[in-house]
């Protein structure tokens, strides 16, 4: 335990000086670790003998449902991401918070040095092992509700719990709990206002990409705005996906769909490249690194890896009995224009230009190359000292460019 906080400054004036910067805080839009940071030091400069702030907050994200933050007086701040799930972890449902929903409570409290007992929380006993004296948590709701409507904890509106933990020698005191209550609206409303900053952001990078949704939030909206840009282009496309289609059951379609679409976003984005759009059975992606150079090898190495794990999926797929289908990849470099194009009141963040439509039409010829693999001769150009054993394809005519071009692939041994 602590001697942490035994002096108290007067509850009116700490609870100004905490709420005031709060407040700031939501106006400048602080993160969540920010402004969270920011309090628990506040705290502890108004002598409160704080030892650990649990928060828990809705989320609005495909991947997970909410986020949870701990701040340690010892170890700073941490997150974690609570993925969506049909059965609710034992956990969560032995936690006090959970209880604190379940009742239908706007507070709880368990003080750790009252009673040796084993408490019917286990955090709390595991808290006590760790010199934990006091515990409290709170709930706000952030969303229009009716007073005497029930809360589900299995479908909680939009809301923060938090959890306060002191190691004080007595604990909290009254005065401590009065400056922590105070300051609980202001609280959850700067973390309300940095969640929809960030659920902003998780959203446009979600449906626009990483890239694209960066430039959109830091407003980059109006239509005709473009850049001029030197990139590598890839576009990964599934065979013979119109013929399966036909012979697919819907649901076991987009399964399969998403299957191969996860493998390939997660190879491309781990090599620095960015998901321009999905198109229909084909990712079109954008390699736009510090150089030409940097960016054709990126494209390399992501189309090898790639073609690599295809093999590896397929062998998983077939293993349990799914359908699988083989990949076709063409790589290409040249100039673009990246931005907004459309309507005013629709617009899209995309890549026009020649350098696309070659791409594109580069995919369509494995057929005629016998090969899944195509790299266009500006690839070959700026790769430099590449690892990778390209090997020319031959020359070839491509509709709309006027002279013929040379075409390349990756070789790979058979096994």
């Known amino acids: 335990m602590t001697d942490v906080g035994q002096r108290h400054a007067p509850i009116d004036a700490s609870a100004d000086v905490l709420n005031t910067w709060l407040l700031q805080r939501g106006l400048e839009g ?12 506040q705290l502890v400069d108004l002598g409160i003998p704080l030892y650990r702030l649990h928060v828990a907050q809705s989320a609005f994200h495909p991947q997970y449902g909410g986020i949870g933050f701990e701040w340690l007086r010892e170890e700073g701040m941490s997150s974690e991401e609570y993925t969506y799930s049909e059965t609710p972890r034992a956990e969560w449902l032995r936690s006090p918070l959970y209880h604190l929903l379940e009742s239908n409570l706007t507070e709880f409290r368990e003080r750790l040095i009252d009673s040796n007992e084993t408490s019917r929380f286990p955090l709390l006993d595991e808290l006590r092992e760790l010199g934990a004296t006091d515990y409290f948590a709170a709930g706000v709701v952030l969303e229009a509700r009716k007073d005497d409507q029930p809360l589900d ?47 902003a952001a998780d959203l446009l990078q979600v449906y626009l990409g990483r890239d694209a ?20 282009l890839c576009y990964f496309d599934l065979k013979d996906f119109t013929s399966l289609t036909e012979r697919t059951p819907g649901p076991e379609l987009i399964a399969m769909l998403n299957d191969y679409f996860g493998l390939a976003v997660g190879v491309i984005q781990g090599h620095g490249g960015n998901i ?52 076709t990849l063409a790589m290409h470099a040249g100039e673009i224009l990246y931005g907004n194009i459309g309507a ?17 039409r580069l995919s369509g010829l494995h057929r005629s190359v016998g090969h899944s693999v195509i790299l266009s001769e500006p690839i070959v150009r700026a790769s430099g000292g590449t690892k990778h054993d390209l090997v020319s394809l031959g020359r070839y005519m491509l509709r709309g460019v006027s002279e013929p071009q040379e075409l390349y692939t990756i070789y790979a041994p058979q096994h």
């Open 30 to 41: 602080a993160t969540q670790e920010e402004v969270l940071q920011g309090y628990c030091s």
């Open 153 to 199: 904890p299995t479908n909680a509106p939009e809301g923060v719990l938090l959890s306060w933990t002191s190691d004080g020698e007595d604990g909290f005191h009254d005065s401590d709990l009065s400056v922590i209550r105070a300051a609980q609206p202001y609280l959850a409303l700067a973390l309300k206002a940095a969640a929809n900053r960030r659920v």
């Open 213 to 232: 949704g960066r430039r959109v939030l830091s407003g980059e909206m109006q239509r005709g705005s473009l850049q001029q840009i030197d990139a590598v």
């Open 276 to 327: 321009l759009k999905f198109m229909g059975d084909g990712i079109l992606a954008m390699f736009n690194l510090q150089s030409l150079q940097a960016s054709v090898t990126a494209g390399l190495d992501a189309v090898s890896e790639l073609r690599n794990k295809m093999d590896e999926k397929n062998a998983e797929r077939s293993a349990n009995g799914e359908t699988t289908t083989g990949v």
């Open 344 to 360: 005013e009141n629709r617009l899209d963040f995309t890549v026009i230009g020649p350098a696309v439509n070659l791409t594109v």
